[in-house]
Nanobody, 126 residues
Framework: QVQLVESGGGLVQVGGSLRLSCAAS????????LGWFRQAPGKEREFVAA????????KYADSVKGRFTISRDNAKSTVYLQMNSLQPEDTAVYYC???????????????????WGQGTQVTVSS
């Protein structure tokens, strides 16, 4: 089992920044690919970014490319999402997820991820 706990969400003005963290614990967590997803009210959960165990493979949703940066610190079993130039459409609950099937590649498909955190709210005010 893998437990994921997100933190760092909050209220920010348009153009501001936030850094989300996700601390993982459990068995062999360091060899999992980790990803961030988000879900806005009334919408389906969508892919945001993902990073492989080594950090050598990274993917972003087109909507966040150039604004968000995913990184991980395996020594701390933590994945980060640095979010800059935030816009109202970035408002959502952000979820961390772990993919136990891969550690050198990443996927963007929600149902490929096996473990999920409880989510952290990000609200961007205009």
């Amino acid at each position: 089992q893998v437990q994921l706990v997100e933190s760092g969400g909050g209220l920010v003005q348009v153009g501001g920044s936030l850094r989300l963290s996700c601390a993982a614990s459990g068995r062999t967590t360091n060899r999992y690919a980790l990803g961030w997803f988000r879900q806005a009210p009334g919408k389906e959960r969508e892919f945001v970014a993902a990073i492989s165990w080594s950090g050598g493979s990274i993917k972003y949703a087109d909507s966040v490319k150039g604004r968000f940066t995913i990184s991980r610190d395996n020594a701390k079993s933590t994945v980060y999402l640095q979010m800059n130039s935030l816009q109202p459409e970035d408002t959502a609950v952000y979820y961390c997820a772990a993919d136990r099937s891969r550690y050198t590649t990443v996927v963007t498909t929600l149902n490929e991820y096996n473990y999920w955190g409880q989510g952290t709210q990000v609200t961007v005010s205009s």
